[in-house]
């Protein structure tokens, strides 16, 4: 290169790094802005501008990037907003706008048990819908008024939950892959995708059940906040009774219809003044960036340790990831100001190795301080192996827990190979030296291999449950199998202690400590893994790379296998097979 272009490549890397700085600081400015409380105003709670999430991992300036258009609430930050606001004199009432609710099921739940309790406190929820979801209700229905449109074209959509699952052994068939699927229990369906192209009937049993149960704990709430049967309202939504406003209004379901002019003039009238100008507001997320901050300088210490995604093996930063977690429960561990310390569980599960390495951490960390499960959506598999031998369990009741089983799975490309006219050669220096490289389907002696392997670590995860749980290790093999509980079925078998959320679990955490203060708002919440800064989160976005897949048939396959990897023996699963999305 001559000293020249040298020269042109420093001019141009200097001038792109000024321009990457100027860029993270102009986006940095945007949120460098404090909100500010009005002297009096109405909490207002718009769910079409938030995402609530198992940890806030993320600000509103990284949302405006991805092109979401919401910000991300953690779920204890929101339920803590909501707990200061009824005791905030200058809180008049809270304003919901439940359209578009979005997040998890636990996180849902938890924020609907929120506004109960500020109910409790003496002051009001006043709601405002449009296009009625699952969800949106959900939380609506909680209000001491709902008040609905009056406009034509909103759209009902409160119909009952649903599951689905795609099945690709055809395609598999077509292209020549042969999976071949090693488990340890009669419902563990993690794997079934590859080797069936219907559901298993001890799959679909199971899933109708849990759909059943996550839809009856809300629709019993949502029914008993309005004055009527779960009976009536089931009747109601499957004979399609709920199509416009005016049936809503009709079965009780909302007390008004308004237009946004008449909603004007209500919300002024409950809050004493005579027009929208002098009608105060401030928002979930401002009120929460103000009033839910840690106390950093607090003497004692709640930590909460949020597991939440796939359990993965190394130090993998967006997952749940084995290496890393144990250097963080250590790290808690560790810290002489942190008395007691939640693990907040939301995971449906993955690698074994990981999963053990966290349940040792867990067991060490319980002889020096207490530590309390909270389950979010999901504590399955994996899920349920790192938590299950907490002092308390607490979940809710649409959490899904359980699965205790375990599988592997080995795919076969030789006849994908040989459709593709592709010759391969294998030379081994030993018998089953080529068994893992996926050019072979597994010999009978593999398989039977493998299989030991599956049962032996079955054997442990049985027997950890039973030991954690106090329960006799043949019951825990009876309602183990790899099936999935909803968390008011999982109560009932003994799998969990008690049903409740984050703030029910840190407050009992609290009360282990055996300190006489037991206000919740006297102790600070250490949250754990801790959030990127604003500028490291920037320049992880900016770094981000994007993959565009063609999407021919081979591709699309190959993208249905990427939750799963095949690197031996070792790589075994404890994993439920989906997630669920309601709205």
């Not at 892959?177 to 340890?184: E, F, M, T, Y």
């Not at 979930?284 to 839910?292: H, N, Q, R, S």
């Not at 504590?379 to 089983?405: E, N, P, R, V």
Request: negative net charge; proline residues 3%; charged residues 25%.
């Amino acid at each position: 290169m001559t000293l020249a272009a040298m020269l042109g490549c420093l001019i141009i890397g200097f001038a792109m790094t000024i321009m990457a700085v100027g860029f993270i600081g102009s986006i940095a400015s945007l949120g460098s802005s404090q909100p500010v409380m009005p002297r009096e105003a109405v909490l207002t709670v718009d769910m079409s501008k938030i995402t609530l999430e198992e940890q806030a991992a993320h600000s509103d300036i990284i949302s405006s990037i991805s092109g979401d258009g919401q910000t991300p609430v953690g779920i204890w930050q929101a339920v803590s907003a909501i707990r200061e606001a009824a005791l905030d004199p200058s809180v008049k009432f809270i304003y919901l706008k439940p359209d578009g609710t979005s997040g998890e099921t636990a996180c849902i739940e938890e924020f609907r048990t929120a506004l109960e309790r500020f109910r409790a406190s003496g002051k009001a929820v006043i709601s405002f819908i449009e296009t009625p979801s699952n969800a949106s209700y959900y939380l609506a229905s909680v209000s001491d008024k709902i008040f609905m449109s009056s406009y034509s074209g909103g759209m009902n959509m409160i119909n009952g939950f649903s599951s689905r699952m795609v099945f690709l052994k055809d395609i598999l068939d077509k292209l020549g892959i042969d999976v071949q699927l090693i488990r340890h229990g009669k419902y563990k369906s993690a794997g079934e995708m590859f080797i069936r192209n219907s559901i298993s009937p001890e799959n679909r049993e199971q899933n109708q059940v849990m759909v059943n149960s996550l839809w009856n704990s809300w629709a019993e709430k949502m029914a008993s906040s309005r004055g009527i049967s779960a009976d009536r309202l089931n009747y109601l939504i499957n004979n399609l009774e709920l199509d416009s406003s005016a049936d809503l209004l009709e079965h009780g379901l909302v007390d008004e219809l308004m237009t946004r002019e008449e909603l004007e003039v209500r919300l002024t009238g409950l809050y004493g003044v005579e027009s929208m100008e002098d009608f105060h507001q401030i928002s979930l997320e401002d009120y929460a960036t103000l009033k839910a901050v840690p106390d950093y300088r607090a003497d004692q210490k709640i930590a909460i340790i949020y597991a939440s995604g796939e359990i993965v093996d190394g130090n993998d930063d967006e997952q749940v990831a084995g290496d890393r977690f144990a250097g963080i429960i250590s790290e808690v561990r560790k810290d002489s100001t942190v008395k007691a310390v939640v693990f907040r569980v939301n995971s449906p599960g993955g690698s074994v190795l990981a999963s053990d390495k966290i349940r040792k951490e867990i067991d060490l960390l319980q002889e020096v301080k207490p530590v309390v499960a909270s389950y979010g959506s999901y504590a399955a598999s994996g899920g349920y192996w790192i938590s299950s031998g907490c002092d308390k369990i607490f979940c809710d009741a649409s959490t899904l827990t359980g699965s205790i089983g375990v599988f592997s799975m080995i795919p076969s490309f030789d006849n994908t190979f040989d459709k593709l006219g592709v010759g391969v050669t294998t030379i081994s220096s030993n018998r089953h030296g080529d068994m893992y490289s996926g050019t072979r389907p597994l010999d009978k002696d593999e398989i039977a291999y493998m299989q030991a392997s599956v049962e032996e670590i079955y054997d442990t995860f049985t027997s950890l449950v039973a030991e954690g749980r106090g329960l006799d290790k043949e019951y825990v093999d009876e309602i183990a199998q790899g099936r999935v509980w909803a968390g008011k079925d999982a109560l009932g078998i003994g799998l969990v202690d008690q049903t409740g959320g984050l703030e029910d679990a840190v407050s009992y955490a609290i009360s282990m400590t055996g300190s006489m203060d037991t206000d919740l708002s006297s102790w600070g919440i250490q949250e754990y893994p801790k959030p990127m800064s604003t500028i490291d989160m920037i320049l992880g976005k900016l770094g981000q790379n994007s993959s565009v897949f063609s999407g021919t048939p081979l591709e699309s396959v190959e993208s249905a296998f990427k939750d799963w990897e095949w690197s031996g023996k070792e790589q075994m699963y404890a994993r439920i097979p989906y997630e669920i999305d309601i709205r």
